[in-house]
């Protein structure tokens, strides 16, 4: 299961965390296609979770690290990199597509 990502925790695990790239699902509840992506989301978890920090952040309850982000879309997922967003993915879309994305940088 993707680790939940909020305001308070986001420094700790995804910053200073012990994995070098971390992949945050930006979505809220009601948000249709973000459901869509769900699964691929906790696919990714099952097969890169020991290599990557794969997380999903609720846009509704944790609105500064949205701003942080400029998170204007959901879903939108980051791909971060030693701290640095280097890659993201706006709307919903095929499953290769996230995991070529990840793997590229592990």
Known sequence: MAVEITDSNFEELVLNGDKEVAVLDFWAEWCGPCKMITPIIERLTEKYGDKA????????????????????????????????????????????????????LL
């Open 53 to 104: 920090l794969i997380g999903k952040v609720n846009v509704d309850e944790n609105p500064d690290i949205s701003v942080r982000y400029r998170i204007r879309n959901i879903p939108t997922v980051l791909f971060i990199k030693n701290s640095e967003v280097v890659d993201k993915q706006v709307g919903a879309g095929p499953e290769k597509l996230f995991e070529d994305k990840l793997t590229k």
